[in-house]
């Protein structure tokens, strides 16, 4: 499976982390910067381009990583097509794929260790979408409301 991660400054050094992680368990990794750590860079400019790429490219999904996480999943959902969750534990990393069929997921690096990031992502990456029909319907309710609204 095609990974593609963005973060900014605050996110950099766990970006870093994570990669090598990905590719050893077997992800192709698409890396859409931050390229040089600059604590002045702005989350959108590496986050929008990285959830375009994971809606671009079905079957991918994509991590986005600042401090908290917030800025970097508020502008991964600006994104027509993307679903992208704020996990804080390992429940709502799984609960993002089981009944959001979230295809991008948001860390903070400043609220976890890496090795606990690390482990919200592989839950995330490994759990399956249930298709379960009142979670269908919901999703559909979304993609409902963005086909109406959004270019
Ligand atoms: O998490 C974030 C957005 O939600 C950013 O990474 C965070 O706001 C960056 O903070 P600072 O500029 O103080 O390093």
Redesign the pocket.
């Given at each position: 499976m095609r990974v593609h991660i963005a973060s900014?400054?605050?996110?950099f050094e766990l970006r870093e982390y994570v990669i090598p992680k990905l590719k050893e368990a077997g992800y192709e990794v698409v890396d859409h910067g931050a390229t040089t750590y600059d604590?002045l860079d702005h989350?959108p400019t590496m986050c929008i381009p990285c959830a375009e790429a994971v809606v671009a490219d079905p079957g991918s999904l994509g991590i986005v990583i600042?401090?908290?996480?917030?800025?970097?999943q508020i502008a991964a959902n600006k994104v027509k097509g993307a679903r992208a969750i704020l996990a804080w534990n390992q429940d709502t990393a799984a609960l993002g794929r089981e009944h959001n069929n979230a295809n991008v997921i948001g860390i903070?690096a400043r609220q976890h260790a890496p090795e606990e990031a690390w482990t919200l992502i592989k839950t995330f990456l490994e759990t399956p979408w249930s298709e379960e029909d009142r979670h269908q319907a919901r999703v559909d309710l979304l993609t409902e409301y963005e086909d109406k609204t959004k270019k």
């Open positions: 900014d400054h605050a996110g604590s989350y600042g401090g908290s996480g917030n800025g970097e903070g």
